[in-house]
């Protein structure tokens, strides 16, 4: 099956800065990258996401980019502010088969901006 | 408002009590799934249900029980809680087109002491 790392595991910014958080898969037949921001007492929401025929895509000051031949992808938040503190999550979806586009998830990264 | 909601938001029970924690949807959606949440473990998925009475284990299925009567609702069963179920719990949700965006529910803390 599919599996996901995600690195760092916690990432402390000035404000202002940028942060980066990468994610590598395993399976080469994944082909939706979404991720999830998780703020404290609160399930997981959709931010961003990527399909397997984009490299890159932007929304405001939030980015992802996807390198397939090598498997992992990135999310890029610029301009940081103590509101993106929270944790984040990538995961890979299953091309189908028998698990219905299963969500598989990387470990977390807690981001803290600090003001 | 589209929403997932799941009871109890925090549960302390003790080893060996049934309990159940429900999920439920207003979105109509045709697939349903639960996770749990684990310090640098990310989310597993424990069982997930494609409609109503289809249900199939996820990662993590052992000790626990699903099932899907109503397609709005996916509640889990712990027949026997024990403390290595102690997690952080969420139920999801989205269309049974797995382009559409999955909704989380607000979390169930259990502690199983």
């Known amino acids: 099956g599919e599996n996901v790392e995600q690195h760092p595991s916690t990432l402390s910014v000035q404000e202002g800065d940028s942060a980066v958080i990468k994610c590598t898969y395993s399976?080469?037949?994944?082909?939706?990258f979404p991720w999830y921001k998780q703020e404290l007492g609160k399930g997981p929401q959709l931010i961003i996401d990527?399909?397997?025929?984009?490299g890159e895509k932007k929304d405001q000051r939030i980015a992802v980019t996807l390198n397939k031949t090598a498997k992992h992808f990135s999310l890029h938040i610029t301009e940081t502010q103590p509101e993106d503190s929270a944790v984040y999550f990538c995961?890979?979806?299953?091309?189908?088969?028998?698990?219905?586009?299963?969500?598989?998830f990387g470990q977390g990264t807690i981001l803290t901006v600090h003001p | 408002e589209a929403q997932v909601t799941q009871n109890p938001r925090y549960l302390i029970t003790v080893t060996g009590k049934k309990l159940t924690v429900t999920c439920s949807q207003n979105?109509?959606?045709?697939?349903m799934s639960w996770y749990r949440q684990d310090p640098g473990l990310g989310l597993r998925q424990i069982y997930y249900?494609?409609?109503?009475?289809?249900?199939d284990k996820g990662d993590v299925p052992e000790g626990y029980k699903v099932s899907r009567k109503e397609k709005r609702n996916f509640p889990l069963i712990l027949e026997s809680p024990s403390p290595n179920q102690t997690s952080l719990y969420f139920c999801?949700?989205?269309?049974?087109?797995?382009?559409?965006?999955?909704?989380f529910g607000p979390g169930t803390r259990l502690t199983v002491t």
């Open positions: 999801a949700s989205r269309p049974r087109d797995s382009t559409y965006e999955q909704y």
């Open positions: 399976d080469s037949a994944s082909n939706y």
């Open positions: 990527i399909r397997s025929n984009v």
């Open positions: 995961a890979a979806r299953d091309a189908g088969g028998t698990s219905y586009g299963k969500l598989t």
């Open positions: 979105m109509n959606h045709e697939y």
């Open positions: 249900s494609m409609n109503v009475e289809v249900t």
